[in-house]
Every structure is written in structure tokens, then in C-alpha cells.
């Protein structure tokens, strides 16, 4: 009986290792191939150690200039529906029945509605405004609003759950206490639902950098990270990808590493915490 | 949180009619218009010339969808069996590939797939004929593996993890083996899981336009990349194009609700249903 249950466990552990190589063995080769000198530009033989496609990545402007648009955009987009899908969710939380399964049927529509055709639709609108109210054309505007869009329902469904386990008396007691309604929301109500409202807010700034699908329908000509590799993956060899997968992956394990240092912390702290 | 709830989500509402409803209303308009704007029913029969693509997409999505399902299911049973703390790891290293864009996951398996590529010259060095890989409708269904695994493993992770450890202790001391525990208590308990797993599989993979056109070269057409000429690439028709997308919709929408049959309900407030 022991044997068997070794046996087992042992399987189990082989599976998970087999999944993880599958996982993890493309990104790694990535990783070793941003290293690789090479001449020929082959992209799968290796020529010896060299740093050069790091150099060439830190020189070329329009890569800053995409990630700076990145950066901005997932900034805006991050903020502005954080703060609008909070206060949605505190609206949607005191509805009566039926308008809040109107409400959460448009908001899960964008989620469950091929990202594809989220993209198309929204480059129709974009183009069709422009047409009728002139206008610059596609840019960063529609890029931020398209952003925001679709955001949007990851934050309210990061933060509706964390409404529904709070006391709705609190509200009331702290009101009942003399309490303005404003102060009560930052003094009572923020603070119950703000685990929600952090997740929605990271949530929302890492989808909209990594975007590409919406980005490309709604870009007009600016470019985006997602949209630049986009791009240098049309040519035919370009080790430079490489060299900047691997600069995003060590800026999101050390982002995850930060966040979960953190979160232990917190652990520490109050250990009955749901993530 | 009663007070001023229709005030509170005024602007989401605002925001959603503008940024999701009307451009969904836009593309009906342009699917059942012609260039100058008149009624016609040609786009949406047109679509018919296309319904090779369509068949593929949909089996592509489908075989990819099913291998996820086979290979994530005793994966996040593995995981949900171990330690809490280990758990945690696991499920940040299933999320850690996530992270990193797509476009540059999908191009890794590039490097790996191709005729000189590492998995050729691996098995050339070893004395195997190269077998050619890239450019076919197994590359395309690897690609939508890799990318969309994770939406599959994780929700049954946490399904499979909340499974109360006494109904699987009770069934086993009314005499049940492992294999009637298996699927008698543990799969329908999980079913939740499966589904919002084949979902968040089955709706990317069947839409997507990048995957087929990295790895599938010209030959594996799929509805997105119809799609993507309509819009932004050669066979400029945004009419045709509105027309597809429409397709693609409804499609989607008639696969998701039959998923729903297999559901009692349950995740019907925050599970994405629609309708």
C-alpha cells in the first residue's frame, strides 16, 4: 500500500515537472538564445556569448518610444478604471435584482465576447467618429479609451465580491454615528473593499500592457510594446526579440517577487487572508 | 451601500453604451449594409464561401480545448493535493509564463518548431530524420495549447481545491474505489471548473489570428485572420468583415450556451453567462 502511494506521488511529481518543461522550455530558450552571437542570424544555432542584441535593443528608439506609449497608456487606463469601476460596483452592489443582472450582462459581455471582435467594433466606432465628427485619426486617444473598456470588468469583478463579504450595516453604523456619507466611504467602505480594488487595479495595468489584439485594431499608427514585437516578428530573424523577452520576463519576476513578499507579509499579519 | 446606487454607476453605464454597445450595434449596421450604406443581405451570405475556415477553426479550437482539458485536469489535481504553501508556488509558476506576451511566447515555439530549428537539429544530431512541423495544423493546435493551458489549469485548480476532503472521505467509507470516487464525487463536483475552462480555452483559440499566422503559415486560415484582412489587411471589406464577426458571435454564443446546459446554475451571477 505504502509502495503504491509512492509510486504514485512519484508519477505526480514527474507530471508536473513534464508540464512545467512545457511551459517554461520555449521562454528559456528564448532566454539563451538573446545571448547568442551570430552573424548569419540564424536563429537556432549557436555562435558564442555575446551581449550585442542587448545593445542594439537599448539603442533602437522606436522600442523606448513603444514602451514609453505602453507605459503611459496602461498608467491612464489602470487609474481611470480603477476609479470608475469601484464606484460602478458600489453602484451595482445596492441594486434591486433584475437591473443588476442587466448591469452584470453588459459588464461580463466584453469577457466572454471574442477579443477580436471587441477590437473590430471598437475600430468601426473610432473610424466612424472620425468620419462624422472629424477629428485627429486613431492614436493614442482611442488606444486609451479601448484600454479603459476593457478594464473595466475586471475591476468590478475584483471588487463586487469583497462588497457582498462586507457588513452593510458598517455604512449605516458610521453614518448613524454622525458620520458624512464622503467620509464614510474613505473611512469605512474603502478599507473593507480595498484588497478588490488593489487586484482589480494591477489586473487592469497588466492586461492592458500586455494587449495586442485591441491595440492593433485601434492604434491607427502608434505603436505599442505588443504591437512593435508584433512587427519584428513579421521579419524574418530578429535576435533582438530575444533580447527584450528576456528584459520583460526579469521585470515581471522581479514585479511578481516584490508582490508576493509583500502578500507574505500580509500573510503574516492576518492568516485567515483570502487571495 | 444602498443610497444613489443608479447615480454611483451613471458614468459606467454611460461609458459601456458608448464603448461596448454602440459598436456592437455598429457592427450589425456595417454586416447588413453594402459600401454606400443600403440594406443587403450579400455580406452576411457571403460568409457561407467561407465555411472551410470556419469548420477548421472551430476543430482546431475544439482538439486544442480537449487537450487542455487532458492535460490540465491531473495537473491541478496534482497541485491541489499538495502543501498550502507549495500550492501557492505551483499556481505563481502556472501564472508566471501568463506574464509574458504572447506574441513572444508563440514565437519562441518558432524558433523550436522550424525545419532548422532546435527540436530538428536536436533530433538530426541524434541520427532522427527532421520531421517538418512548422506551417501545419499541429503547430497551430501546440500554439493554442501553450497559450491558453493556464485558463484551464487554473480554474480547476481552484475548483479541485475547494472539493471538502469528508465527501471524498465519506464516499470511500461507503465503499467506493478511487475510480468511482474519481468520477462520481470528484469530476462532478469540478464541473464548475471544466466549464469556465473549456470557455476561456475554446473562446481564444477559436478566434484567434496570430497563432495561426506565426505557426501556421499561409495554409491554416483561421476566423480571425478573415477577420484581420477585412479590417487591416489586404481585402479591405469591413462590411464582410462586420459580417464574419457577427458569425463568429453567434457561434460563440450557441457553444457557450451549451456548455451552460452541463451547469446547474451555480455560477450563473459571476460565471459570464449571457442572455
Same mark, same amino acid.
Given at each position: 500500500?505504502?509502495?503504491?502511494?509512492?509510486?504514485?506521488?512519484?508519477?505526480?511529481?514527474?507530471?508536473?515537472?513534464?508540464?512545467?518543461?512545457?511551459?517554461?522550455?520555449?521562454?528559456?530558450?528564448?532566454?539563451?538564445?538573446?545571448? &547568442?552571437?551570430?552573424?548569419? @542570424?540564424?536563429?537556432?544555432?549557436?555562435?558564442?556569448?555575446?551581449?550585442?542584441?542587448?545593445?542594439?535593443?537599448?539603442?533602437?528608439?522606436?522600442?523606448?518610444?513603444?514602451?514609453? &506609449? %505602453?507605459?503611459?497608456?496602461? =498608467?491612464?487606463?489602470?487609474?481611470?478604471?480603477?476609479?470608475? @469601476? %469601484?464606484?460602478?460596483?458600489?453602484?451595482?452592489? @445596492?441594486?434591486?435584482?433584475?437591473?443588476?443582472?442587466?448591469?452584470?450582462?453588459?459588464?461580463?459581455?466584453?469577457?466572454?465576447?471574442?477579443?477580436? =471582435? %471587441?477590437?473590430?467594433?471598437?475600430?468601426?466606432?473610432? =473610424?466612424?467618429?472620425?468620419?462624422?465628427?472629424?477629428?485627429?485619426?486613431?492614436?493614442?486617444?482611442?488606444?486609451?479609451?479601448?484600454?479603459?473598456?476593457?478594464?473595466?470588468?475586471?475591476?468590478?469583478?475584483? !471588487?463586487?465580491?469583497?462588497?457582498?463579504?462586507?457588513?452593510?450595516?458598517?455604512?449605516?453604523?458610521?453614518?448613524?454615528?454622525?458620520?458624512?456619507? !464622503?467620509?464614510?466611504?474613505?473611512?469605512? =467602505?474603502?478599507?473593507?473593499?480595498?484588497? @478588490?480594488?488593489?487586484?482589480?487595479?494591477?489586473?487592469?495595468?497588466?492586461?492592458?500592457?500586455?494587449?495586442? !489584439?485591441?491595440?492593433?485594431?485601434?492604434?491607427?499608427?502608434?505603436?505599442?510594446?505588443?504591437?512593435?514585437?508584433?512587427?519584428?516578428?513579421?521579419?524574418?530573424?530578429?535576435?533582438?526579440?530575444?533580447?527584450?523577452?528576456?528584459?520583460?520576463?526579469?521585470?515581471?519576476?522581479?514585479?511578481?517577487?516584490?508582490? &508576493?513578499?509583500?502578500?507574505?507579509?500580509?500573510?503574516?499579519?492576518?492568516?485567515?487572508?483570502?487571495? | 451601500?444602498?443610497?444613489?446606487?443608479?447615480?454611483?454607476?451613471?458614468?459606467?453605464?454611460?461609458?459601456?453604451?458608448?464603448? #461596448?454597445?454602440?459598436? $456592437?450595434?455598429?457592427?450589425?449596421?456595417?454586416?447588413?449594409?453594402?459600401?454606400?450604406?443600403?440594406? +443587403?443581405?450579400?455580406?452576411?451570405?457571403?460568409?457561407?464561401?467561407?465555411?472551410?475556415?470556419?469548420?477548421?477553426?472551430?476543430?482546431?479550437?475544439?482538439?486544442?480545448?480537449?487537450?487542455?482539458?487532458?492535460?490540465?485536469?491531473?495537473?491541478?489535481? +496534482?497541485?491541489?493535493?499538495?502543501?498550502?504553501?507549495?500550492?501557492?508556488? *505551483?499556481?505563481?509558476?502556472?501564472?508566471?509564463?501568463?506574464? *509574458?506576451?504572447?506574441?513572444?511566447?508563440?514565437?519562441?515555439?518558432?524558433?523550436?518548431?522550424?525545419?532548422?530549428?532546435?527540436?530538428?537539429?536536436?533530433?538530426?544530431?541524434?541520427?532522427?530524420?527532421?520531421?517538418?512541423?512548422?506551417?501545419?495544423?499541429?503547430?497551430?493546435?501546440?500554439?493554442?495549447?501553450?497559450?491558453?493551458?493556464?485558463?484551464?489549469?487554473?480554474?480547476?485548480?481552484?475548483?479541485?481545491?475547494?472539493?471538502?476532503?469528508?465527501?471524498?472521505?465519506?464516499?470511500?467509507?461507503?465503499?467506493?474505489?478511487?475510480?468511482?470516487?474519481?468520477?462520481?464525487?470528484?469530476?462532478?463536483?469540478?464541473?464548475?471548473?471544466?466549464?469556465?475552462?473549456?470557455?476561456?480555452?475554446?473562446?481564444?483559440?477559436?478566434?484567434?489570428?496570430?497563432?495561426?499566422? $506565426?505557426?501556421?503559415?499561409?495554409?491554416?486560415?483561421?476566423?480571425?485572420?478573415?477577420?484581420? $484582412?477585412?479590417?487591416?489587411?489586404?481585402?479591405?471589406?469591413?462590411?464582410?468583415?462586420?459580417?464574419?464577426?457577427?458569425?463568429? *458571435?453567434?457561434? #460563440?454564443?450557441?457553444?457557450?450556451?451549451? *456548455?451552460?446546459?452541463?451547469?446547474?446554475?451555480?455560477?450563473?451571477?459571476?460565471?459570464?453567462?449571457?442572455?
Amino acid at each position: 500500500m505504502k509502495k503504491a502511494v509512492t509510486v504514485k506521488k512519484a508519477g505526480g511529481r514527474i507530471y508536473t515537472f513534464l508540464i512545467f518543461l512545457f511551459l517554461y522550455a520555449p521562454i528559456l530558450v528564448l532566454i539563451v538564445f538573446s545571448f &547568442n552571437d551570430t552573424e548569419t @542570424g540564424s536563429r537556432a544555432v549557436w555562435g558564442g556569448f555575446s551581449l550585442r542584441w542587448y545593445r542594439k535593443l537599448f539603442e533602437d528608439r522606436l522600442i523606448l518610444e513603444a514602451l514609453r &506609449n %505602453t507605459l503611459l497608456i496602461a =498608467v491612464v487606463a489602470a487609474v481611470v478604471s480603477t476609479v470608475l @469601476g %469601484t464606484v460602478a460596483a458600489i453602484g451595482i452592489n @445596492g441594486m434591486k435584482r433584475l437591473p443588476r443582472r442587466i448591469m452584470m450582462n453588459i459588464t461580463n459581455f466584453p469577457m466572454v465576447n471574442p477579443e477580436i =471582435v %471587441t477590437g473590430v467594433s471598437l475600430m468601426l466606432l473610432f =473610424v466612424s467618429a472620425v468620419r462624422l465628427f472629424g477629428g485627429r485619426s486613431l492614436g493614442m486617444g482611442s488606444l486609451i479609451a479601448a484600454h479603459i473598456t476593457f478594464c473595466l470588468p475586471y475591476v468590478i469583478l475584483s !471588487v463586487l465580491p469583497k462588497l457582498r463579504q462586507m457588513d452593510p450595516n458598517l455604512y449605516e453604523a458610521a453614518q448613524d454615528l454622525g458620520c458624512p456619507p !464622503v467620509k464614510a466611504f474613505f473611512k469605512v =467602505v474603502l478599507p473593507e473593499i480595498m484588497p @478588490g480594488v488593489v487586484t482589480g487595479m494591477i489586473m487592469a495595468f497588466t492586461l492592458s500592457i500586455d494587449d495586442f !489584439v485591441i491595440s492593433y485594431f485601434t492604434s491607427g499608427t502608434t505603436q505599442t510594446l505588443p504591437i512593435y514585437i508584433y512587427s519584428m516578428t513579421r521579419k524574418r530573424i530578429s535576435p533582438e526579440i530575444n533580447a527584450l523577452s528576456t528584459v520583460l520576463f526579469a521585470a515581471v519576476m522581479a514585479l511578481l517577487i516584490v508582490v &508576493n513578499v509583500r502578500n507574505l507579509k500580509d500573510q503574516g499579519r492576518q492568516p485567515e487572508k483570502e487571495v | 451601500m444602498k443610497p444613489n446606487s443608479k447615480l454611483l454607476s451613471a458614468p459606467y453605464t454611460v461609458w459601456m453604451t458608448i464603448f #461596448i454597445i454602440v459598436p $456592437m450595434l455598429l457592427v450589425g449596421y456595417f454586416a447588413f449594409t453594402d459600401k454606400a450604406g443600403s440594406f +443587403t443581405l450579400e455580406n452576411i451570405l457571403s460568409v457561407g464561401q467561407y465555411s472551410n475556415v470556419f469548420l477548421r477553426s472551430i476543430w482546431l479550437g475544439a482538439v486544442a480545448t480537449a487537450i487542455s482539458l487532458l492535460l490540465g485536469y491531473p495537473f491541478a489535481m +496534482t497541485i491541489a493535493r499538495m502543501s498550502a504553501k507549495r500550492q501557492n508556488v *505551483m499556481v505563481m509558476l502556472v501564472m508566471l509564463p501568463m506574464w *509574458m506576451n504572447f506574441l513572444l511566447r508563440t514565437y519562441a515555439w518558432m524558433t523550436l518548431l522550424e525545419d532548422n530549428g532546435l527540436i530538428n537539429n536536436a533530433l538530426a544530431a541524434i541520427g532522427l530524420p527532421r520531421v517538418h512541423m512548422i506551417n501545419t495544423a499541429g503547430a497551430v493546435v501546440l500554439g493554442m495549447v501553450y497559450n491558453y493551458i493556464p485558463y484551464m489549469i487554473l480554474p480547476l485548480y481552484s475548483v479541485l481545491t475547494k472539493i471538502d476532503r469528508s465527501v471524498i472521505e465519506a464516499a470511500q467509507d461507503l465503499g467506493a474505489n478511487s475510480a468511482q470516487v474519481f468520477l462520481k464525487v470528484v469530476v462532478p463536483l469540478s464541473m464548475p471548473g471544466v466549464i469556465s475552462g473549456v470557455t476561456m480555452v475554446f473562446v481564444p483559440a477559436v478566434s484567434t489570428f496570430i497563432i495561426s499566422k $506565426m505557426l501556421g503559415g499561409g495554409g491554416n486560415l483561421l476566423i480571425g485572420d478573415l477577420i484581420d $484582412m477585412q479590417f487591416l489587411g489586404s481585402a479591405y471589406n469591413p462590411n464582410l468583415g462586420s459580417a464574419v464577426s457577427l458569425v463568429l *458571435m453567434v457561434i #460563440i454564443l450557441i457553444c457557450m450556451g451549451i *456548455m451552460n446546459q452541463f451547469d446547474d446554475g451555480e455560477v450563473n451571477e459571476k460565471g459570464g453567462m449571457l442572455l
